[in-house]
Structures are given as C-alpha cells and as structure tokens.
C-alpha cells in the first residue's frame, strides 16, 4: 500500500499569511495526488486534484504543485474562510490513503 | 444540484450488521466510480471502498474485505454499503463521495455522512 506522510500536522497562522503544506508519498505517484478541505462538522471539498489542478469553485489563491514523491498546497494569502483541516489524498491505487490532515488555526 | 444523501447510520452492537444507502441526484449516477469514505470520532479520513459505475469492479481497504459490501442500483440512483461482523473501530461517519473520474479518483462531491456507532 502507498503511505502519505504530511506535514505539519498544526499550523498556526495570520489573515494574509503564505502558508505551505507538504505530502510525501512513500512510493512515486506521478501526478496521483489530490488536497482536500475540511471544516469542523461538514464533510471535505477537494480544492485541488491531479496535484496542481484547481477544483471549480475555488480561489486561485490555492496553489498545488509537485509530482512523483513529494507535493505541496500553498495558500498565498490566507482569509478567514481558509482554516481548516486540509488532508492530501493517493489517486494512484487502492487503498486510496489519505494524509493524517493539516489543523490550519488562526494566531 | 448535485446531491449524495446518506442514510442508515444507527447505533449497533459488536458484531451486528448495518446497511448504508446514499441517494444521489442531479446527475448520471451510473457513469461514476462511487466511493465510502469513514471519519472516526476526531480522527482523519479513511477511504473504505469504491464500486465502477456499472458495477462490474469494485475495491475495499483490507481492514473491511471479507465483511463490508459495497453495492449499487443505477435504476434507482442509490448506493449501498453493507457491513456485517462490525467492530469498535468500525465506528465512525461514513460519506458517500462521487469519483470525479477514474484518473484523478479525486472525490468531487460528498454527502454529509451518515453516523455509525459500535457499542455494546
């Protein structure tokens, strides 16, 4: 089974900020990595799928990038609306594991 | 609008069964790959299973192979999972999620999930 390690697992940052997000599969997975987002009792929207392709919808303040073993999300001016838990997701076979999830707070 | 509603969450003792449903609208269910995906209490997301639009694949993560079946109804836009022989760490919030395609396998819609409790 492919693993997904992210990091860091919290994240505290201000209105405005540039944060940065990391994934690291444990096998390559080409592009095969989606990033998703979840707010306290709601279920996840995927904000970015296929590593660096926006989902409609969403700001294009929310930057993928990477492929093989190691991605990244970047969000390049944070707002309120943005913290959240963000989780990474494998496409490139079952299982189809996720990363431990991202805690983005406000400071 | 596209929509997945899930329902069939219930409290069940260790070792019972339980069937989920997931009513989906607003598109063409039977051209999608449609998945599970579980949340424990406080925890991360863990997929569980995936079924081809036509029914003729489907994928379960292995801590559910062997007891959890997943299933649908393209004539009536439903989606099913059965899980029988549940265990403690089987609880959690089960979604349904549409695939947004094979490729990607990126899930671009989810319902708001349904809640599963294993208690005696």
């Known amino acids: 089974d492919i693993q997904v390690t992210q990091s860091p697992s919290s994240l505290s940052a201000s209105v405005g900020d540039r944060v940065t997000i990391t994934c690291r599969a444990s096998q390559r997975i080409n592009t095969y990595l989606n990033w998703y987002q979840q707010k306290p009792g709601k279920p996840p929207r995927v904000v970015i799928f296929?590593?660096?392709s926006l989902q409609s919808g969403v700001p294009p303040r929310f930057i993928g990038t990477g492929s093989g073993t190691d991605f990244s999300l970047t969000i390049t001016s944070l707002q309120p609306e943005d913290f959240a838990t963000y989780y990474c997701q494998q496409s490139h076979s079952a299982p189809y594991t996720f990363g431990q999830g991202t805690k983005l707070e406000m400071k | 609008e596209v929509q997945l509603v899930e329902s069939g969450g219930d409290l069940v003792l260790p070792g019972g069964s339980l069937r989920l449903s997931c009513a989906a609208s607003?598109?063409?269910?039977?051209?999608?790959?449609m998945s599970w995906v579980r949340q424990a209490p406080g925890k991360g997301l863990e997929w569980v299973a995936n079924?081809?639009?036509?029914?003729?694949?489907?994928y379960y993560v292995d801590s559910v192979k062997g007891r959890f079946t997943i299933a649908r109804d393209n004539a009536k836009n439903q989606l099913y999972l059965q899980m029988n022989s549940l265990k403690a760490e089987d609880a959690a919030v089960y979604y349904c999620?549409?695939?947004?395609?094979?490729?990607?396998?990126?899930?671009?819609?989810w319902g708001r999930g349904a809640l599963v409790t294993v208690s005696s």
């Open positions: 296929a590593a660096s």
């Open positions: 079924l081809k639009g036509d029914g003729s694949e489907k």
């Open positions: 999620a549409r695939v947004r395609d094979y490729w990607t396998h990126a899930f671009d819609v």
């Open positions: 607003g598109f063409t269910f039977s051209s999608y790959w």
